[in-house]
């Protein structure tokens, strides 16, 4: 009887699941599916397309620019977002409030318009310019546009929100009483913060900087408005493939040699803090 009603639980729980399932494979595994198919029939049947991405010293450069400003935008966020992560967790409540919604608001604000905000303040003749040239700091305009480090940039601007909402969700969670504990110790503010604050920190910067890194894989308006045709990225390579030069065939491989990686980064991440907690 007992092994009954577990059954019937069994069955109505999959029941419930279903129409997730479902939703699931017809706009996940269905597109990706066909993805897969297109990389490896277009313009013949074989593995052409994925021998000319990883052969081609074009290529190459490409997945090296995405891959390094990937990392660097993760870098330089994890880095800005903690400090602000841990400033809105121990303020008052309403400068707190404040803060979080003037986050949430640049969040909101349409993508393209802050590109192309970004796009003024960073020109030549923008306001970043001559602020540094009136303060004396520089002598010409810096090139700040169409190259790698006005990517940068924008990049960290938009997603450093996604950063620093996972953090903050972490360290407010941390019991101020195991840094006092600390303290009472002899630990000083900066082995604190080494040896307790970052540690418990850790899953919100390991979720928050993948979910920064894998959206900067896959980025497109900022790198294309930002870095120009000669600093080209992965999302701008596979735009390109299939808009202009109508080839879903390359297409489709240099977005599924995105996805792998993408998923292969949530596996060992899962992976590494399955074990861990389980230590």
């Known amino acids: 009887m007992f092994s009954a009603i577990t059954a019937g639980r069994r069955g109505s729980g999959l029941g419930f699941a279903l129409p997730a399932v479902l939703l699931l494979f017809a706009f996940f595994v ?26 081609s010293s074009t290529y190459a450069r ?4 995405t891959f390094f400003v990937s990392g660097v935008v993760t870098l330089i966020t994890v880095l800005i977002a903690f400090p602000v992560a841990w400033a809105l967790a121990i303020m008052p409540s309403r400068w707190a409030s404040i803060i979080f919604a003037i986050i949430l608001l640049s969040m909101w604000t349409n993508l393209l318009a802050r590109t192309y905000a970004w796009m ?9 310019n001559r602020s540094l040239m009136a303060l004396g700091l520089i002598d010409a305009p810096l090139q700040l ?13 938009i997603m450093l929100p996604f950063m620093i909402l996972p953090l ?9 009483a195991i840094l006092q504990a600390a303290a009472l110790c002899g630990a000083t503010k900066a082995q604190a913060l080494r040896r307790v604050l970052i540690p418990l920190a850790g899953p919100g910067i390991a ?17 294309s408005l930002l870095g120009g045709t000669a600093n ?4 701008e390579l596979i735009a390109q493939q299939v808009q202009s030069l109508v080839n879903w065939g390359m297409g489709g491989a ?16 899962l992976r590494f803090f399955d074990a861990k907690e389980a230590r």
């Open 120 to 128: 003024v303040l960073l020109q030549q003749t923008g306001l970043i």
């Open 145 to 157: 546009t169409n190259n790698l480090v006005g990517v940068t940039i924008g990049m960290v601007y």
């Open 62 to 65: 490409i997945f090296f620019n």
């Open 254 to 269: 240099a977005a599924f040699l995105l996805l792998v990686v993408t998923l292969g980064l949530y596996a060992v991440q």
């Open 207 to 223: 979720s928050g900087a993948l979910m920064v890194f894998v959206m900067s894989l896959g980025y497109y308006v900022t790198p």
């Open 30 to 55: 269905v597109p990706v599916a066909a993805l897969l198919t297109r990389s490896v029939t277009e313009p013949e049947l074989g593995l052409q397309n994925y021998a000319v991405l990883v052969g």
């Open 168 to 176: 903050m969700g972490v360290i407010k969670k941390i019991d101020p």
């Open 232 to 235: 080209m990225m992965l999302a």
